[in-house]
């Protein structure tokens, strides 16, 4: 069990991190592709039933270097 763990801790610091670069070429500044993977997480949990939905909002661009995925979060992507 502790094995299974384990692994998928690695797996979920992996995607993490494959996340932050992946928002760093989309051309997000340091601090909102760091919390592009939390974002993309949450939305996650709100789309897990529409997957076309899920994967527009994690392709989404920066707006001015900006995210703009926690504001749409916010006003009920998914819903």
Known sequence: MENVLKGVGI?????YVLLTIYHLSQGFDWGDALKGGFLDARAFLSCWNDWGE????ISRPAV???DIGGVALD???CK
């Not at 797996?11 to 995607?15: A, F, R």
């Not at 899920?54 to 909002?57: A, E, I, Q, T, Y």
Request: aromatic share 14%; net charge negative; hydrophobic share 60%.
């Open 11 to 15: 797996s979920l610091v992996v995607l």
């Open 54 to 57: 899920l994967s527009d909002f």
């Open 64 to 66: 001015f270097g900006e």
């Open 75 to 77: 006003l009920g992507i």
